[in-house]
């Protein structure tokens, strides 16, 4: 018959048209600003330094080893060594990044810095309102704006946190294990 | 064998029969991006038409050359960026033929699931795109988006992102399943049928939509190997190609699929051979769903830094969902290629479209480019 | 008559009777001028955001819904956006019919609103030729098309133009074809007669529109379809396919004068549907006898609301065709069926004794069949030879 | 398939005068390439089309590769004499490896569905003789990849309908993705804030950022 396919697509349109007043299947959109999604556990947008401790600057665990520095596909990351070592949250002394910038206009937030990170220091965030009218220094993110505490990481990726936090605990139960084994130092040590 | 091959001849020297020139694009509504046809319309039928890229050229292949093995994998996510998932597989496809990698079964399966949600996606998507062109109002894309959506979802419960996945690694993946999330998976491949008759109730038997594609840009099948053309548009002229038969690539091998082949290779035929081909992937979907063993997802031999191959070459390549999605790769032992070559489908499926568009009319020859499927990103790379 | 139906004709009447009796004329076409034109441009602003709207929920999206309580200030935001716009003139444009072009779009349109019934006694000009003078108006939009095309010195505008000159003209036949039956069975050219023609009642008090009978509801059909595309409305839209040309003969308008094409558009197609409504659909009159306790005016509103959705829900919906298969469509299908149709229209006339209860069906369904079975014959030579349906093969 | 020494007689006897060279691939596990003379290109390309047993009908990635002149470093034994005895000394000697441009393609058959034959042409030089015959007429997939290697590459490709540029503008001078290739420093560069942190930075620690 003459038309019955529009007449078909017309019902179909139809069916929708009704569809997206009670079917939230069909309504996929979310009115942003007032609902939000639920967050995603894997989800990332840019990258976050992790510290331990209360003291952001002192237990931040990155190292200035410079491998995402190197490995960062867009070049966003930019290290500068400290010197001297400094004393960590535990009172360990800890070489730390004198300045640690990314620059968040440039991140593509590919992960890679997380993947290739030996000091689980830096890991991805959830943030994305991030909107400023400065486009040069206020999406410039240097060390304190970036670190944050090991409970927001857990926070984020409960999975990934758990998981952390086992092999550091693990890794820090061997070195003292390790370090109870070797003989007193000549002289002694107390 | 021969294929028909004319040197374009100038237009608009003619003078008793002046020509229109126009310039369609790079600003054009239904270029799909900053992609340009310089077109010379005698009344409204083509009677010239020239592609003109470069655009969105960043020279990805230099780039690549200045990166590591690693970090040029999420710069092909921007390659075509509706289906980064199988650019990712493309690529590391390369660099384990290139290596000697072996992927474990577990993330052969993932990659799999992967590549099909993908091909999904981009077919889905390019029928509504196919459709926005004819001046369908966007209805047939928005539909089309509201399912991608739900793939994303996936996409991102997995990877993290929704089209940035940067996802597969060399030797396996990234990192494994989520718990729950092959149910979440069963769940979307299950309703996806819904939709696609959804889809085809709006658009299969519409009048309208037959007559702006039956026998419309037709492109025979010799011309179609000639020029290399691949992918769901060579399928549409009848020849039987799917690089995922042919080199069984991934678990391919063991997935009970049908290639389905066109008849007259028109615009039409494009059109159902991308709806029959995602009904194909979603019966290969359900088996990969069912049969994923468990298992380690990533070789433990597998280098995240410092990849160094030994020096030689290599040739990777897939069943892309708009073709034969190639990367071709060259070491010389160091920690970045020598040569890293893409194969951009898009571009290559591009040769034919002034063959196909002359003597049809404007309107006719924005429906033709629709029906090719391209992506800019991955045209000019 | 109750007070609700007649209170627009009362208040009009008070209002002009505070005037001096010389100037009572004047005042009292002023007054019907100003409430048309009210009326219609708060139907235009409503009409934009009601499309977006219906077009988002058909496209299960949720459409403007940030301006105002549900997006309906959204309107007054396109007004402001419009108008402090830069307008810009192109360099080479020939600039007076540049100028001029949308103000001979949006003129006559409002003219052809003088002859329209909307309610009982609710006509500003009650004209004896009521419908030709409609069709001579609304044919001076395919001038204003031409200028505007022709002046943006543009190769996408000539497109355009030449485009909606052909379909333009084209669909003006089986539009007017389509209306003489009406005319010739109601026996008048003038609007108010027509409505006064199908006022009476059959058994159940059903109305005797026009649409109830064969060749009415053909001709309800055939003149949308032409109405469609003399609006330049999807799957019509080829005068501005946007998607091949650009915007077609809009491109190089922009600000105020955009906003006047598309405020011209939208009042052609409020025109053409408030003639498909008076012709086809009884006008003012309600479908049932028992229903005639309503103010007619707001009849009139429903059933142009329907045909403005109707609209609407077809663009959702339809791609768009090409020039050569709309071309065809009007001279190989709409025009020959109008002109069939007109003979059915006899023929009903011719079988006007037979109104018994059996005798009613077999005189419908005889003209029924007498439209159907030639729109399906040229249906199928409009699509020519059929090649076999496709069979898709499957290699393993 | 055939085997490479096979396929090569064969194009040798199709194709009189062709120097057909085979080119080992580092890595055993991939495929081997034939390198064909520029002369006879287009001649064997056509006989690996044509031919029924072989039909390459479907050319699937023409790539350029730059290949600047380079000092290869090997190892090689050598007899010497020394004190009167001839003993086999190691000795590293270092050799030049002349610099050419190189168009790989990788042919498959669509009928036979098989694949892949690697072809390569090489140019005499990098800067003059740069011309190598265009294999469009032969596979008109090359048009495109054959055009985009002479504007990334400068590749002359004789016998092409249209060799233009076609991913850099027509005015572009250069071949990008040459290995030597340096960029201009005329862009209007973007202040990137990674660039002014650079520059402050530098300015900062003088020393280098390194300690």
């Given amino acids: 018959m003459n038309g019955a396919g529009i007449i078909k697509g017309l019902v179909e349109t139809a069916r929708n048209f ?36 209360g003291d952001a600057m002192a237990g931040l665990r990155c190292t200035a080893c410079m491998i995402c520095e190197k490995e960062c596909p867009p070049q966003c990351i930019y290290i500068i060594k400290d010197q001297a070592r400094k ?54 993110f240097d060390n304190e704006k970036l670190a944050r505490p090991n409970e927001y990481f857990r926070q984020l990726h409960k999975t990934e946190a758990s998981e952390v936090d086992a092999r550091r605990e693990e890794e820090k139960r061997k070195a003292a294990a390790k370090a109870a084994a070797k003989p007193p130092l000549p002289g002694g040590v107390k | ?28 509504p239904s270029t799909h991006g900053v992609f340009r046809m310089d077109a010379a319309l005698d009344g409204e039928t083509v009677v010239k038409l020239k592609p003109v890229f470069g655009y969105l050229h960043r020279n990805h292949e230099k780039i690549a050359e200045k990166c590591s093995y690693l970090g040029s994998m999420p710069f092909t996510d921007r390659l075509d960026y509706m289906c980064s998932l199988t650019n990712n597989w493309g690529y590391a496809l390369a660099v384990e033929k290139l290596t000697g990698l072996a992927v474990p079964e577990r993330a052969e399966y993932i990659r799999v699931i992967l590549g099909e949600l993908t091909r999904l996606i981009n077919h889905s998507a390019v029928v509504g795109f196919l459709l926005q062109d004819m001046g369908a109002m966007g209805t047939p894309l928005m539909y089309a988006f509201r399912e991608r959506e739900k793939i994303l979802d996936l996409f991102e419960s997995l990877t993290g992102a929704r089209m940035m996945c940067n996802y597969m690694r060399f030797g396996g993946c990234r990192c494994d399943l989520p718990p729950g999330w092959i149910g979440q998976a069963r769940g979307v491949a299950a309703k996806f049928p819904l939709f696609l008759d959804e889809f085809e109730a709006l658009l299969t038997g519409n009048e309208i939509l037959k007559a702006r594609t039956e026998g419309v840009g037709v492109l025979t099948p010799e011309l179609a190997v000639n020029a290399g053309v691949t992918g769901p548009m060579l399928r549409a002229s009848g020849v039987n190609y799917d690089i995922r038969k042919v080199d069984a690539y991934g678990v391919y091998g063991r997935m009970d699929f049908r290639v389905p082949l066109g008849e007259r290779g028109d615009v039409f035929d494009r059109y159902m051979i991308r709806i029959l081909e995602m009904r194909e992937s979603l019966k290969i979907l359900d088996q990969a769903l069912r049969d994923i063993p468990d298992g380690p997802i990533l070789n433990l031999n597998a280098k995240l830094r410092n990849l160094r191959p030994k020096p030689g070459e290599a040739y990777g390549r897939i069943e892309g969902p708009k073709g034969e999605l190639g990367f071709y790769l060259i070491s010389d032992g160091g920690p970045n290629p020598y040569r890293y070559r893409v194969r951009p489908p898009s571009l290559i499926n591009l040769t034919v479209l002034e063959d196909m568009c002359l003597g049809q009319t404007i309107a006719d020859a924005v429906v033709i480019l629709g029906s090719v499927d391209i992506v800019l990103g991955e045209v000019d790379r | 008559m109750s007070g609700a139906d007649q209170i627009f004709v009362w208040i009009g009447h008070e209002a002009a009777g505070w005037a001096p009796a010389p100037a009572q004329p004047l005042v009292s076409a002023i007054l019907a001028i100003a409430g048309i034109m009210a009326v219609f441009g708060a139907c235009f602003a409503l009409t934009t ?40 003139v ?16 949006t003129v006559p349109v409002w003219l052809a609103f003088a002859v329209l019934p909307f309610g009982r006694n609710m006509s500003a000009l009650d004209l004896d030729c009521g419908v030709l003078f409609f069709f001579a108006i609304g044919s001076a939009s395919e001038l204003a098309v031409f200028m505007a095309g022709w002046s943006s010195q543009n190769k996408y505008s000539l497109v355009g133009a030449m485009r909606a000159i052909a379909q333009m003209i084209s669909y003006e036949v ?35 529109w026009n649409v109830f009978t064969p060749w009415g509801l053909a001709g309800l059909l055939l003149f949308l379809i032409a109405a469609t595309a003399e609006s330049n409305r999807s799957p019509f839209d080829l005068p501005e396919g946007e998607s091949e040309i650009i915007a077609g003969y809009l491109t190089e308008y922009s600000g105020f004068k955009y906003a006047l094409f598309f405020l011209g558009e939208y009042l052609g197609l409020f025109a053409v549907t408030g003639l498909a409504v008076t012709l086809f659909l009884g006008g003012w009159h309600a479908p049932f006898q028992w229903l005639e306790w309503a103010p007619s005016w707001l009849w009139f509103g429903a059933k142009f609301s329907v045909l403005i959705f109707l609209f609407i829900w077809a663009r959702a919906t339809l791609p768009r065709l090409r020039l050569d298969q709309l071309l065809n469509f009007s001279w190989r299908f709409l025009a020959p069926l109008s002109l069939i149709n007109l003979a059915v229209a006899a023929a009903w006339h011719w079988t006007g004794a037979w109104e018994s209860a059996a005798a009613a069906p077999v005189r419908w369904l005889l003209c029924a069949a007498l439209i159907a079975l030639p729109a399906h014959w040229l249906g199928r030579a409009l699509r020519g030879r059929l090649p076999p349906p496709r069979k898709y093969r499957y290699a393993e | ?67 600047p002149e380079r000092t290869v470093r090997e190892r090689i034994k050598v007899k010497r004499m020394a004190g009167g005895v001839e003993r086999e000394v190691e000795e590293v000697c270092e050799r030049k490896t002349p610099a050419y441009l190189e168009a790989v393609y990788h042919l498959y058959s669509m009928s036979r569905k098989d694949g892949p034959l690697i072809l390569r042409l090489r140019t005499e030089n990098r800067t003059d003789r740069v011309s190598l015959p ?11 990849q054959e055009r985009e290697i002479f504007d990334l590459y400068g590749i002359v490709f004789e016998g092409h309908p249209d060799l233009r540029r076609i991913l850099m503008w027509p005015e572009f001078a250069d071949h990008p993705m040459r290995k030597d290739y340096a960029e201009p420093d005329d862009y209007e560069y973007e202040p990137t804030p990674h660039d002014a942190v650079l520059a402050r930075a530098r300015g900062h620690y003088p020393g280098g950022t390194q300690p």
């Fill in chain 2, 1 to 28: 064998m021969s294929a028909r091959f004319s040197p374009p001849e100038l237009a608009g020297t003619d003078f008793e029969h002046p020509l229109l020139e126009v310039s369609l694009g790079p600003h054009h």
């Fill in chain 3, 49 to 88: 955001v009601a499309e977006r709207k219906i077009l988002g929920r058909m496209q299960n999206r949720f459409g403007p819904n940030r301006v105002g309580p549900y997006g309906l200030f959204q309107p007054l935001a396109d007004g402001v956006k419009m108008l402090t716009k830069e307008d810009i």
């Fill in chain 1, 18 to 53: 009704a569809g997206s007043y009670h079917d939230r299947e069909r309504l996929t959109t979310v009115q942003y600003p007032e609902e939000t999604l639920p967050p995603v556990e894997n989800a990332r947008t840019l990258p976050f330094l992790v510290y331990d401790g």
């Fill in chain 1, 87 to 140: 004393p960590d949250y535990m009172g360990k002394m800890q070489l730390q990044p004198k300045v640690f910038d990314i620059d968040m206009s440039v991140c593509m937030s590919c992960g890679i810095c997380v993947e290739v990170c030996p000091f689980d220091a830096i890991k991805m965030d959830q943030v994305f309102e991030l909107s400023t009218d400065d486009r040069f220094a206020g999406l410039l």
């Fill in chain 3, 174 to 208: 089986p539009l007017v074809l389509s209306t003489v039956p009406v005319l010739m069975l109601a026996g008048s050219l003038s609007l108010n007669g027509i409505v006064a023609a199908q006022g009476s009642h059959t058994i159940g008090g059903l109305a005797r």
């Fill in chain 3, 90 to 105: 192109p360099f080479s444009a020939d600039k007076t019919l540049h100028f001029l072009a949308p103000l001979v779009l």
């Fill in chain 4, 1 to 67: 398939m055939e085997t490479l020494e096979q396929l090569k007689a064969r194009i040798e006897a199709a194709a009189p005068g062709v120097r057909v060279e085979i080119v080992p691939n580092g890595n055993p596990a991939n495929p081997a390439s034939l390198l064909v003379d520029g002369g006879h290109a287009r001649a064997a390309a056509a006989f690996l089309r044509d031919d029924p047993a072989l039909a390459f009908d479907y050319a699937s990635n023409v790539t350029g590769v730059d290949w």
């Fill in chain 4, 134 to 144: 265009s294999l469009t007429p032969v596979w008109r997939s090359c048009e495109f």
